[in-house]
């Protein structure tokens, strides 16, 4: 009895009204970012066309805070054929995430996602806005586009 005393003080139920009690869990969902690289002028998917321009192994990631870049961060990949998407895990404890993506032989790009609550009596962190190089991008059906 006492143990459901102390945990009903420490999982307190979120609710949709004073009425009704929903319990929510405190678990920390993962957070995701769906991307493709797409060529500006060509307007064709680098990674995943029938002829990419660059290799997997092209693209990886940074924190912005990892300034010896020891921590190499690199995307996976979601889907079959042309249709795959890279997938990387978002630092969801903060209000944003940023990372340096380096690209090749190119400059790095700074990848700024920042974070809000869904919807709903039990909101979870989400991917709210997404921004290359202090460009916001146009973040639809759970991915985005970097144009390069």
């Known amino acids: 009895m006492s143990i ?3 945990a009903s003080a420490f999982f307190p139920g979120c609710s949709k009204s004073n009425d009704e009690k929903i319990g929510c869990s405190f678990q920390v969902t993962p957070v995701f970012l769906n991307f493709n690289v797409i060529g ?14 660059y ?52 400059p790095a790009d700074k990848l700024v996602m920042k974070m809000k609550n869904s919807d709903g009596p039990c909101s979870n962190p989400i991917v709210g806005e997404v921004l290359l190089n202090d460009v916001k991008l146009n973040y639809e059906q759970g991915k985005v586009r970097f144009m390069k």
Do not use: C, W
């Open 4 to 6: 459901l005393i102390i």
């Open 40 to 53: 500006t002028a060509s307007g064709k998917d680098l990674f995943f066309s029938t002829d990419p321009t």
């Open 55 to 106: 290799q997997m192994k092209d693209i990886y990631f940074f924190k912005v805070k990892d300034t010896a870049k020891k921590d190499t961060i690199r995307p996976s990949v979601e889907g079959n054929g042309t249709e795959r998407t890279f997938k990387i895990s978002l630092d969801n404890k903060l209000l944003a995430d940023t990372l340096m993506m380096h690209l090749g032989e190119t």
